[in-house]
């Protein structure tokens, strides 16, 4: 397990106004959301779904934005621009793993932070 942590909730802190209650739904919304939007992604990776790849490597990029998963921001972009041109598609699998091993790994550390949240709210 990865000891740093891989993601930053200042953005989304300061997105919603420091509502703490705000961020625990989010926090939920984002743990329910992005594991089936990587396996979705992992499904078209597998089928060689060039345009699946493209539309949810998007629809990820945002949570990644939001969570500021800044290890893979980049690589998030890159297999999306790179499936939906079709080019240098060599490039994806490697992608790929990256974005599944930094990916799970910030779920499972925001999911102990969805913990930290809700003894926060409830211990009010």
Do not use: W
């Not at 930053?8 to 106004?17: I, S, V």
């Not at 705000?22 to 990776?45: D, G, R």
């Not at 779904?49 to 998007?58: E, I, M, P």
């Not at 990644?64 to 598609?89: G, P, Q, Y």
């Amino acid at each position: 397990m990865n000891s740093n942590k891989l993601f930053d909730l200042t953005n989304l802190d300061e997105m919603l106004g420091g509502d703490r209650q705000a961020m625990l739904q989010m926090v939920k919304i984002f743990l329910q959301a992005t594991p089936e939007s990587l396996t979705e992604l992992n499904n078209c990776f597998n089928k060689s779904d060039l345009d699946g790849v493209s539309k949810l490597a998007h629809k990820l990029k945002s949570s990644i934005d939001i969570f500021s998963i800044e290890e893979i921001k980049n690589d998030i972009r890159r297999m999306e621009n790179l499936a939906r041109e079709n080019v240098n598609t060599d490039e994806i699998p490697a992608l790929m793993n990256n974005i599944n091993s930094i990916l799970n790994e910030a779920i499972e550390q925001v999911r102990l932070e969805k913990d930290v949240l809700q003894k926060e709210l409830y211990a009010l």
